[in-house]
């Protein structure tokens, strides 16, 4: 024992001193403080890229106001920037944007969550493996590829038989979710009840549950099957393929989320007598509610964003459809009337055509930065109400 305290001390007199000498000291304070420049540095190119696109597109807007004023601009659904009384009217295509994300987010959002929870807390991890990479992969096909798709062959057959198609669609897309929404409510219905009790009075909601969403969807069915539809290009096509577009967004974010919940929470909830049910509904999607906020968000910027598709097969047609939630006839978005006539009013550069476009632009990322914001809002909420 004695012979190895004092190979230690030994060991101890040999190492160099700890303390840096006083040059040292000076030298690896400028370096942290050059590394922590440049890391400051690339990380605020982002937002120094968005500043300078904030700036150059106002820069480009501003003069519209000056020429024509803004009460037309967001008033008026007479879009005419190339007749001798040129008349911009914009509303139309403001109702045209809300109108297709609106769509979108009906089609994501409910299937994105659902797809989301089935593979997080439900399909088997060997399944999972394989089928988020196969979601994964429609978000690298190219929106041209959509577009074409969506013209070629969906306006064709949304004209030509449209409302039977609808109609099976009901029951395609309805039936699942119907199963899925009543043994949810059924779960949580009878969550305080005894067990034999809780079985009967689970199977008689099950029932009467069953019985009422098998006569919904039947009317929604035969109401749509009837429908006639004048044109296959308007927003139900484009919503449609937008929110194909936006599902792999939904779905991936939303899975993340789901997947960084402790699995202390779910085990809780079970040794606590929770169901399935109720272990998702009151523990795993409020404690993830933050990332499937931003997961939506994400969703809603890629449909508001897109052009192409809505570009080739929307109908193009500025006008507000009657009543405004029929999905049934053509509209025309604030980004296809950018990226279509921004090749004609680029030859009279100056002109009121040429600046109300950049007013579009800048009311697109207007939008944007305030979706940004409130999601920003609404997750530091959350954190603060759940102690995060």
Known sequence: MTE???????????????????????????????????????????????????????????PFFRLEGVREFFTSVRWYPSADHAEFGALAMFVGSGLVTLGAILVAVPLGVAAAVCLSDVLPFSVRQV?????????????????????????????????????????????????????????????????????????????????????????????????????GANALNVSIILGIMALPTVVSVSEDALQAVERGLREGSYALGATRAETLVKT??????????????????????????????????????????????????????????MGEADHVTGSARYHVLFLMALCLLVFSLLCNLSSEWVIRRTRKKTGG
């Open 131 to 231: 089928v988020k990479p196969v979601i994964e992969i429609l978000a690298a096909i190219p929106s041209v590829a959509y577009g074409f798709f969506a013209l070629v062959v969906l306006a064709p057959l949304l004209q030509e038989s449209g409302g039977p198609i609808l109609g099976v669609a009901v029951w395609i897309v309805g039936a699942p979710l119907a199963a899925l929404a009543i043994v949810v409510v059924a779960d949580l219905a009878t969550d305080r009840l005894r067990d034999r009790t809780r079985t009967r009075v689970r199977w008689l909601i099950v029932g009467l549950l069953g019985v009422g969403a098998f006569a919904a969807l039947a009317f929604a069915g035969k109401a749509l099957g009837g429908l006639q539809i004048a044109s």
């Open 4 to 62: 190895n305290v004092k190979t230690m001390n030994e060991m101890r007199r040999d190492m160099p001193p700890l303390l840096l000498s006083h040059s040292a000291r000076r030298r690896q304070r400028i370096a942290a403080a050059v590394g922590n420049g440049f890391l400051l540095a690339v990380t605020s190119l982002s937002a120094l890229a968005v500043l300078f696109i904030f700036y150059f597109i106002a820069r480009d807007a501003w």
């Open 284 to 341: 795993v999607l409020p404690a993830a509610g933050s990332g499937i906020l931003a997961a939506v968000i994400l969703g809603v910027m890629r449909a508001i964003g897109e052009t192409m598709v809505v570009w080739m097969a929307s109908g193009n047609a500025a006008q507000i459809p009657s009543p405004w939630y029929n999905f049934l006839e053509p509209v025309r978005t604030l980004t296809a009337t950018i990226a279509g006539d």
